[in-house]
């Protein structure tokens, strides 16, 4: 089993940035491929970004340029730097986690076998 706890959500006005954190913890070893989704209210749960073992990023192209993920495998932490951000960036942000490779691909397809317990961000005009 893997634990992931995120920290960072906050309130934020637009045009500002925020750093979102994420530790695993428990059987780390087994996660390959760790990521970001968001669900704003009323909506589906959607994906935001994602990263491999080897530090290889994908995103959505609603954020691209925006935000960056990136990870620590020493510290076991996966970060979101978002910057610039857009009321419609308001949303509660999920760390997942997967013991799956191709990190886009399979959070894409397949719901990723761990979840942390999100974070709320929240952006004001």
């Known amino acids: 089993q893997v634990q992931l706890v995120e920290s960072g959500g906050a309130l934020v006005q637009t045009g500002g940035s925020l750093r979102l954190s994420c530790v695993a913890s428990?059987?780390?070893?087994?996660?390959?491929?760790m990521g970001w989704f968001r669900q704003a209210p009323g909506k589906q749960r959607e994906l935001v970004a994602s990263?491999?073992?080897?530090?290889?990023?994908d995103y959505a192209d609603s954020v691209k340029g925006r935000f960056t993920i990136s990870r620590d495998n020493a510290e076991n932490t996966v970060y979101l730097q978002m910057d610039s951000l857009k009321p419609e960036d308001t949303a509660v942000y999920y760390c997942?986690?997967?013991?799956?490779?191709?990190?886009?691909?399979?959070?894409?397809?397949?719901?990723?076998?761990?979840w942390g317990q999100g974070t709320q961000v929240t952006v004001s005009s």
């Open positions: 428990g059987d780390i070893f087994s996660v390959n491929s």
């Open positions: 997942a986690a997967d013991p799956n490779r191709n990190s886009w691909f399979v959070f894409s397809h397949f719901a990723p076998d761990y």
């Open positions: 990263i491999t073992s080897g530090a290889s990023a």
